[in-house]
């Protein structure tokens, strides 16, 4: 684990880079993913060992969902286990990646929209762990988590994500952590390993072609897109780190479809990135 002097001189004051970091959108599904070598986690891996190394990762957790707009700002955030009924295994992980209170600071300052709190409570959850466990197995970038706001409307995610455009030009990965089909109590587990029920693969698709057209508007205005898209999204939680990834690519750049499977039915693993 880092020592502080280290973690000071590796988070303070980053420069700007020529080139962007790309921006993520992880469909996370079942925690088991964080410690299960499948599909889903193998590509995570490989996208960890080809794309630059990041100077620090800022997650958008489906599973930090807040009033009020907050970030982690501690020196070494703990490993949340937010979940139960799975293996001990599954406890068993920790990830420990440093923080950076510097970074937390610089975040906070560049988002103007709306207050945001220096949090030193909350650590990494699982939408965060379970996929940087394979992006990142050596655990020695900082992290820190920003969380999702339950007041605010889609709209406001989006448009909050783009005041912190400029930690892309400092070698600064972002990454949204959710599904963007994501129903539970519809779930069918004779379908765990791959299929979706016909609404399912139709939203799901409709999704990607907003996405792939760069139609952001109808993606924010998602109530209105239909019964499907209710479906989809019962509660909104898991949906909105997609826009904030979106929230975060320029004009020039195109998105990235991978992971785009439909699982148990009601929920699909597609994942985006930008750059």
């Known amino acids: 684990m880092a020592n ?11 420069p700007v880079q020529d080139e962007l970091m790309p921006v993520l959108f992880i469909g996370h599904g079942s925690p088991m993913n964080g ?7 193998q590509k995570w891996a490989d996208m960890g060992r080809t794309m630059a190394i990041p100077k620090a990762v800022i997650v958008v957790s489906a599973h930090w969902f807040t009033r009020g707009t907050a970030v982690t700002a501690m020196n070494f ?13 599954l406890f068993d992980v920790e990830y420990p990646a440093p923080g950076s209170p510097l970074l937390a600071a610089e975040t906070a300052k560049l988002i103007t929209s709306t207050d945001v709190v220096l949090d030193h409570d909350w650590g990494l959850d699982h939408g965060a762990w379970t996929v940087l466990q394979h992006l990142f197995p050596k655990a020695d970038i900082p992290v820190l988590q920003l969380s999702i706001d339950y007041t ?12 912190l455009y400029q930690l892309r030009r400092k070698g600064v990965l972002i990454m949204g952590s959710g599904n963007m089909v994501h129903n539970l109590r519809m779930m069918n587990w004779e379908m765990i390993n791959g299929g979706g029920y016909d609404w399912a693969l139709e939203i799901n698709e ?23 898209a209710m479906l989809a999204i019962p509660t909104p939680e898991h949906y909105l780190p997609l826009l904030y990834t979106l ?29």
């Open 247 to 275: 929230g975060l690519q320029n004009e020039k750049e195109e998105a990235v479809l991978f992971n785009d499977k439909a699982v148990g039915g009601s929920l699909t693993m597609t994942s985006v990135r930008i750059g």
């Open 35 to 41: 410690i299960e070598d499948n599909e889903f986690s």
């Open 152 to 163: 605010k409307d889609p709209k406001a995610h989006y448009e909050m994500a783009a005041e």
């Open 77 to 89: 955030p703990k490993t949340i286990h937010d979940f139960g009924g799975f293996p001990q295994a």
């Open 206 to 228: 409709q999704f990607k072609s907003l996405i792939m057209n760069k139609e952001h508007q109808p993606l924010m205005a998602y109530q209105n897109l239909g019964k499907a």
């Open 4 to 14: 502080l002097s280290a973690l000071k001189n590796l988070t303070g004051n980053l």
